[in-house]
Every structure is written in structure tokens, then in C-alpha cells.
T-cell receptor, first 110, second 114 residues
């Protein structure tokens, strides 16, 4: 993706917390979306932010700072099934075109 | 309530063949998107439809790629004279009322060009 930066891989222990950061260019911002993608499967919508602050949805939370071009996805009480790639997507422009980061592969270990 | 479906799930083509990939969006969804995803990368935008109108095709990599949505529902992505670099997963997504809404993805078609 163009100028969408997120770490390539993160490893964490079952039951722990992991924070995945995403930075993007701020021009024409409409929203910031997070998707989960298991290998060989479709991306699944997790969360989105339009305004600054924290959005909480069960074990997953997402934070946005528009002025800093920064978001993070927080995964709490990690489970083995959370092992997947997490995609950050920036929506911008007149119709909300999505630009995806390359994804962060999260590996959950026992 | 079916989600987005795509067919075929897997396609193997010989270099130079034409292929057609189908997408059935969520019923009633106005917006439809096609993406190309290489291994280990995020989806890359190809094209966007609102109903039957193709509003953005800036991501199509060459004139060998063509997409249509003639009745504002099912869409087909056609690739002519396939080349090895076309090998990727092609994802379709749809959203409810506008391009700014949450996009819901299909399982993708994995295209392998030999």
C-alpha cells in the first residue's frame, strides 16, 4: 500500500496483549479500518475509526489520532485463533478509496 | 444472509489464455470493488463500481484487465492474454450505500498462470 506502514510480524503469548501500530499520510482522510485475514481466507472487518479516540469492541480496540496519522489495534486476552494477518486500511478521496498496508502477521504461542 | 461469493475459487491458466472471474456481492449492496493481493501483501485496489457505473478504474494494471457490472449486481473481472505476473488472489468486496462504508470481502479467486 502507498505510505501505509505497519510492522511485518509480531509474536505474543496466549492470554497476553498485543498492539499493532499503523501510520499513514493524512491527506483526504475519511476513515481508518482494521481487518483480520487468516491464511487463504477473506479479510474480515474488525473495527474502524473516523474520529480521534478509542473504539472498543470486545477483545479488540482501535485508536486513532488524525493529526498524527496514527492508529493502533489492540488485541487483548490473546487466543490461538487470533494468529492471523491484521490489515490496516486508510480511506481517502472523494469516494473513500481504500489503501491497505502490507499486513502484520501476529503469531500467538502457547 | 449470504456474504460475498466469488467463483471459481481457484483458476489455473496457461500464459496467453483469457480468464473471467465472477463476483456476487451482498444483496442490495450498491458499491463493488476488485482488489489484487500478492502473497504476503495487502490488497491492492483495481476498480470500483457504484451500481452499474465504473467510477474508478485507476488501479487496473494494463488494458488487458477489464471489469463490468452491467446490471448493478454481479460483476466480472476479465483478464486477457494472461501473463505470469498476473498470478495472485483476486478479491471482490461490496459495501452498502457508498464507497466510504465498510467493505465486506469475498473469499477470493486464486489465479495461477503457468
Amino acid at each position: 500500500g502507498q505510505n501505509i506502514d505497519q510492522p511485518t510480524e509480531m509474536t505474543a503469548t496466549e492470554g497476553a496483549i498485543v498492539q499493532i501500530n499503523c501510520t499513514y499520510q493524512t491527506s483526504g482522510f475519511n476513515g481508518l479500518f482494521w481487518y483480520q485475514q487468516h491464511a487463504g481466507e477473506a479479510p474480515t472487518f474488525l473495527s474502524y475509526n473516523v474520529l480521534d479516540g478509542l473504539e472498543e469492541k470486545g477483545r479488540f480496540s482501535s485508536f486513532l489520532s488524525r493529526s498524527k496519522g496514527y492508529s493502533y489495534l489492540l488485541l487483548k486476552e490473546l487466543q490461538m485463533k487470533d494468529s492471523a494477518s491484521y490489515l490496516c486500511a486508510h480511506s481517502s478521496g472523494s469516494w473513500g478509496k481504500f489503501q491497505f498496508g502490507a499486513g502484520t502477521q501476529v503469531v500467538v504461542t502457547p | 444472509g449470504a456474504g460475498v461469493s466469488q467463483s471459481p475459487r481457484y483458476k489455473v491458466a496457461k500464459r496467453g489464455q483469457d480468464v473471467a472471474l465472477r463476483c456476487d456481492p451482498i444483496s442490495g449492496h450498491v458499491s463493488l470493488f476488485w482488489y489484487q493481493q500478492a502473497l504476503g501483501q495487502g490488497p491492492e485496489f483495481l476498480t470500483y463500481f457504484q451500481n452499474e457505473a465504473q467510477l474508478d478504474k485507476s488501479g487496473l494494471p494494463s488494458d488487458r484487465f477489464f471489469a463490468e457490472r452491467p446490471e448493478g449486481s454481479v460483476s466480472t473481472l476479465k483478464i486477457q492474454r494472461t501473463q505470469q505476473e498476473d498470478s495472485a488472489v483476486y478479491l471482490c468486496a461490496s459495501s452498502g450505500t457508498s464507497g466510504r462504508d465498510t467493505q465486506y470481502f469475498g473469499p477470493g479467486t486464486r489465479l495461477t498462470v503457468l
